[in-house]
């Protein structure tokens, strides 16, 4: 076991910029920049999130470092995310955390963006025993995961097309919601109800997911009743909502009950942006509660992207002593297992 261990990590997948010091497995800040100018597009687009990490990444560092109340020669490391995410914005924060490393004369250490959202469950208690399943959910991906350790992890189902966060952003942008869509539908869902309309949900063999379906018999039966009735979606918009966000959860729910099943494992997590919908985080507890799971739900503050998550998977390699060197590089897609 190493005497010390203070890290600097730092989070630049996509639209947030974020940077957090763990000590000694301790998150002793967690700083998180969101950028709002993708809202006017109705989605992120790749040139400006880069252009503004660069305008965050050093403002956000110096004050995550500054909560930690650590001078930067104080650090042992600097974790950063690698991938998988868009190559722009990874560039920055990978760039950022190499130069960082090189002045400072410390190792690195690389993060699997979406092992690092599971790990997340490890910043505070409770925390899930070894094995168990975390069903990872985000605008990029949507996996079963079975984890054996902090380090050993296998996806046993995945989405074949679209993800799940996806999918409720494009049923968002259907109605005529801004971006980003998620919250909106989990919020105008409260007040509807579930069982008004009914929407198809795909029969896919095994344990892997399929969005596709749903979106287009969404989009369909929108046009076709609007065609009607224009008025209808500003008329059923919490029955609309409800209604859709109800058939994506049942169709989480349903593999992740599958996997439960196989595997015969009861520690349950989710995990990833989405994670934090109030339908799906209810609805999970509500299927533990009557299956005898151990269900582990993240904190709102650690399921959307944030560096806390990236610090504290890279504390179990840093235990392990994995780290880089200085000719590592982003990488947009990235295997799992790495």
């Not at 104080?74 to 490393?101: H, R, Y």
């Not at 896919?204 to 065609?227: C, H, M, N, W």
């Amino acid at each position: 076991m190493w005497r010390f261990m203070h890290i600097l990590a730092i989070e630049s997948s996509c639209d947030e910029t974020s940077a957090a010091v763990i000590s000694n497995g301790k998150i002793c800040s967690n700083v998180v920049s969101t950028q709002h100018i993708h809202q006017q597009y109705g989605g992120v687009v790749p040139e400006l999130a880069s252009r503004a990490h660069q305008q965050h990444i050093l403002p956000v560092v110096r004050e995550a470092l500054q909560q930690s109340k650590l001078a930067k020669t104080e650090l042992n490391a600097i974790a950063f995310t690698k991938g998988p995410g868009l190559l722009g914005s990874l560039l920055v924060g990978v760039s950022f955390a190499k130069a960082m490393a090189l002045a400072l004369k410390i190792p690195l250490i690389e993060v699997n963006h979406m092992q690092a959202h599971v790990l997340a469950h490890f910043i505070e208690d409770p925390k899930p025993p070894f094995p168990f399943l975390c069903l990872t959910v985000s605008g990029g991906h949507t996996q079963i995961v079975r984890v054996d350790s902090p380090t050993e992890m296998t996806i046993i189902g995945e989405t074949l097309d679209d993800a799940v966060g996806e999918a409720f952003d494009k049923g968002a942008k259907i109605l005529g919601l801004d971006y980003p869509g998620g919250p909106l539908i989990d919020k105008y869902a409260a007040q509807g109800n579930p069982g008004a309309f009914g929407f198809p949900i795909p029969e896919i063999p095994g344990l892997d997911f399929s969005f596709s379906g749903v979106k287009t018999a969404f989009l369909y039966f929108v046009q076709r009743e609007t065609a009607a009735n224009p008025g209808f979606v500003t008329e059923r918009l919490e029955d609309l909502c409800a209604g859709l966000q109800h058939t994506l959860i049942e169709i989480l729910l349903r593999k992740l009950r599958k996997a439960a099943r196989q595997t015969g494992i009861k520690a349950v997590a989710i995990a990833g942006g989405v994670s934090a919908n109030t339908g799906l985080r209810r609805s999970l507890q509500e299927t533990g509660d009557a299956l005898g799971w151990n269900v582990y739900i993240p904190k709102f503050e650690y399921c959307t992207d944030n560096a806390a998550m990236i610090a504290m998977a890279a504390s179990f390699k840093y235990e392990k002593g994995i780290f880089s060197d200085q000719r590592v590089s982003p990488a947009a897609r990235m295997d799992f297992s790495l």
